[in-house]
């Protein structure tokens, strides 16, 4: 009885439970904010998934900018409890990454046969579930004693977050309806900015500038600048198409 | 404890009736005979009567060699009381297999959206997508407010809750010993 009283008190001291319970008050939240605007209909399906992977997209983020924060600014007040909440945040992360696909494709596509979509939705579906995939293995394995016992393999699966980033702006991109307006492509934009920035200011604290760290931040401005114009690309298609089919149709 | 006996008076919850409003049937994927598409209605998948509104659809096709050019695909609009109109389908020039229409629908209601076509000149080559849309009044003020007024309750209730959270947790991290270690050592 004492070993159960000393556990639940020493969860309830931490942060990661609240996070928790946070992740599952929003998780009712959005589903009874969809229930009363679109009641019951195909679009309280669209908006409840849409809102799922957006959260995600933000916990995920929230995550990744965990280590430049306490890095850059070494004497932040609770640096521990912004450390400690990490873990939770990606697997909350997971989580809303899970049930966003769960119910587009068993909700809004009926569990159809993904052959059956259209090429572009099948190329986007099969790089949002990778990403799901590194997702749920980060989120499985974020135990200590996994992470003891695997050592460097553990560190080596968990850098797969960067390419699950990657992997779901692309998916967003490629078929997210709202994913390509002008405010979500500025606020993503900014985010990277703010992240790139952050590591080159910890890069240049360290006096630790090697040819090997200079090259992993080039590679990774690369590849977000490539998303992100993609992104822009997919949003001046998107914008060429609407003004073409109105011009066709009237 | 003094932090919360301070809060408390300040966090009120508030409850709510909302009502819940029907709307679109969007963004779906219909198949038939080989031949799937789904149904996007730019901007948010709520067509409004009284607005001219787009129906964009992806198709994908278990045939090869189909094309919209030469489908004799057109679109369908069936209203409740069996009015019908049509509307031609439009290949999209950027992409083959995408195709729109367009329509302004007088008055709001639930409708047929039936796109047919055929593959090839056989007569078991046609098929035929049916999505049901409900379309919205377009300038319905007193609804709109309803809807907005329901979204607002919802989403107050929703940042209480997660504020009383957050103050039982702020309150309770820092009463735990988990980070005492490391607090003395930030000092």
């Known amino acids: 009885m004492k070993d159960i009283t000393a556990t639940i008190k020493y969860w309830f001291g931490g942060v990661r439970i609240y996070i928790a319970l946070i992740t599952v008050l929003i998780t009712l939240e959005v589903w009874w904010w969809a229930a009363t605007l679109f009641g019951g209909t195909q679009l309280e399906i669209i908006r409840t998934q849409e809102v799922y992977a957006w959260l995600s997209v933000l916990y995920l983020t929230l995550a990744l900018l965990v280590s430049p924060v306490a890095k850059l600014f070494p004497k932040i007040p609770g640096k521990s409890i912004i450390y400690d909440s990490r873990r939770a945040l990606g697997i909350s992360a997971a989580w809303f990454a899970a049930l966003h696909m769960l119910i587009t494709y068993f909700k809004q596509f009926g569990g159809i046969n993904p052959l059956q979509l259209p090429a572009t939705y099948q190329r986007s579906m099969l790089l949002g579930v990778i990403a799901l995939a590194i997702l749920i293995a980060m989120a499985a394995t974020s135990v200590n004693a996994i992470m003891k016992k695997w050592g460097v393999w553990w560190f080596r699966l968990h850098r797969l977050v960067y390419a699950a980033i990657i992997l779901v702006l692309v998916h967003a991109f490629m078929i997210g309806a709202h994913a390509t307006t002008t405010v979500v492509l500025v606020i993503l934009s900014a985010l990277a900015l703010i992240w790139i920035a952050a590591n080159i200011a910890i890069l240049i604290k360290s006096n630790e500038v090697t040819i090997s760290r200079v090259l992993s931040i080039s590679l990774c401005i690369i590849v977000l600048a490539g998303t992100l114009t993609y992104g822009l690309d997919q949003h001046f298609q998107q914008v060429q198409s609407a003004a073409e089919a109105k011009g066709h149709n009237h | ?187």
Not at chain 2, 1 to 28: D, I, T, W, Y
Not at chain 2, 119 to 144: C, E, I, P
Not at chain 2, 156 to 163: C, E, K, M, R
Request: with cysteine.
């Open chain 2, 1 to 187: 404890m003094k932090r919360f006996r301070l809060l408390s008076p300040v966090l009120v919850l508030l409850v709510f009736v909302s009502a819940g409003q029907g709307s679109a049937s969007a963004h779906e994927l219909k198949e038939d005979n080989g031949i799937s598409a789904v149904l996007h209605i730019p901007p948010d998948d709520n067509p409004k009567s009284g607005q001219d509104t787009l129906f964009y659809f992806a198709f994908s096709s278990q045939q090869p060699g189909f094309d919209l050019g030469y489908c004799k695909c057109q679109v369908s609009f069936q209203a409740s009381d069996n009015r019908l109109n049509t509307a031609p389908l439009t290949q999209d020039v950027s992409d083959p297999l995408s195709a729109s229409a367009s329509l302004t629908f007088d008055k709001p209601g639930a409708y047929n959206v039936i796109v047919r076509g055929q593959t090839g000149t056989s007569a078991d080559s046609t098929f035929s997508l049916n999505y049901l849309v409900r379309v919205v009044a377009g300038t319905n003020a007193a609804q709109t407010a309803a809807r907005q007024t329901a979204s607002w309750q919802v989403i107050l209730l929703g940042v209480t809750g997660l504020v009383i959270v957050g103050v039982i947790a702020g309150e309770m991290v820092r009463r735990g010993s988990h980070y005492t270690k490391d607090h003395a050592a930030e000092r």
